[in-house]
């Protein structure tokens, strides 16, 4: 009952966190982005635009990056009439929770709501979960700050922002005191591994202007 219980919490706080982004982003200024090129991507889906958003269309595709471990992810561009990508405004990273996997963004329309607003969207299945298998290598978090340092950096991110629901905090939180600068916001969930860190060292956070 209690596992049920935590998984529709979890469930109800990943919809929070979409109807947010569904909200703000709009007012999100328009960046120049480097297209991603550098992963290995198939299955691409041309789909029309959820009701309500501008009348832009979506391609989800999927891909695996290579490495230890290798990592499968999913990205919906959007993309004009002709099916040719659009620059996107802002790049969005999305993780998941423990009961979750990238596939869930896709599921929720979270994705699709995203590229259709004209934003690349790029959810990952984390080591364990989905299509990525687990590794031994990441039980460090140095390790796991460089695994999604990887990602990005494959995927040509340069400024994106990084939502974390949950379980996600493993890897987000350390990649926030480290990294943070190579981002433009951070969107918590209810993320793990928060109080491993001290008051002091959350206000040195920095991160690049909107």
């Known amino acids: 009952m209690n596992f049920l219980r935590n998984r529709l919490v979890v469930l109800g706080l990943v919809l929070l966190g979409t109807l947010v982004l569904y909200l ?4 999100i ?19 029309a635009a959820p009701p309500g958003s501008p009348a832009l269309n979506v391609s989800v595709r999927t891909g ?4 230890d471990p290798p990592l499968f992810f ?8 002709d099916g040719q990508q659009i620059l ?11 009961a979750f996997t990238s596939k869930t963004w896709e599921e929720l329309g979270t994705m699709a709501v995203l590229a259709a607003n004209g934003y690349q969207a790029l959810a990952m299945d984390l080591p364990g979960y989905g299509k990525s298998p687990d590794s031994e290598a990441l039980k460090t978090e140095q390790n796991r700050v460089d695994l ?9 991110v340069r400024a ?11 890897y987000s939180i350390p990649f926030l005191m480290k990294n943070g600068a190579q981002l433009r916001g951070f969107v918590p ?9 001290s008051a002091q060292q959350y206000k040195k956070i920095q991160i690049q202007a909107l």
Do not use: C, N, W
């Open 64 to 67: 695996q990056l290579p490495g």
């Open 74 to 81: 999913r990205e919906a561009l959007p993309v004009d009439r």
């Open 24 to 27: 703000l982003l709009p007012s």
């Open 160 to 170: 994106a922002v990084l939502l974390s629901p949950s379980m996600s905090g493993h």
């Open 189 to 197: 969930i209810a993320p793990v591994g928060t109080r491993s860190y």
């Open 88 to 98: 996107p405004k802002l790049q969005m990273v999305l993780l998941h929770g423990q």
């Open 148 to 156: 999604l340092s990887r990602f990005m950096e494959s995927l040509g």
């Open 29 to 47: 200024r328009q960046d120049t982005m480097e297209p991603s090129i550098e992963a290995q991507r198939t299955g691409l889906v041309a789909v």
